[in-house]
Nanobody, 116 residues
């Protein structure tokens, strides 16, 4: 069982990135899939999630209107489209799959740096 993030990198303020979270060993559509981030010296925070079995989503206030979480069930992958990026979005972004006690999986993270 694994989730693996990709798509991070260096981008200028105002730019865009799309992060991918590829799930293996389980069916991601049966899990609540979330993106978290952790900036240096700060606690990990929830960025966005999409519920299991559906398309309902929720976002942190700081990213609402700029970020979009989505699923591709055929690819067993979840995405985070990030637009209008700001320096304060700089962080390591983590994918999480959750279905309950003992069914809680984290990726290794992907670095996003927003800087001119």
């Amino acid at each position: 069982v694994q989730v693996r993030e990709s798509g991070g990198g260096l981008v200028q303020p105002g730019g865009s990135l799309r992060l991918s979270c590829a799930a293996s060993g389980f069916t991601a559509s049966n899990y609540r899939m979330s993106w978290y981030r952790q900036a240096p010296g700060k606690e990990r925070e929830l960025v966005a999630h999409i519920i299991s079995g559906g398309s309902s989503t929720n976002y942190a206030n700081s990213v609402r209107g700029r970020f979009t979480i989505s699923r591709d069930n055929a690819k067993n992958t979840v995405y985070l489209q990030m637009n209008s990026l700001k320096p304060e979005d700089t962080a390591v972004y983590y994918c999480n799959a959750w279905r309950g006690v003992g069914l809680d999986f984290w990726g290794q993270g992907t670095q996003v740096t927003v800087s001119s």
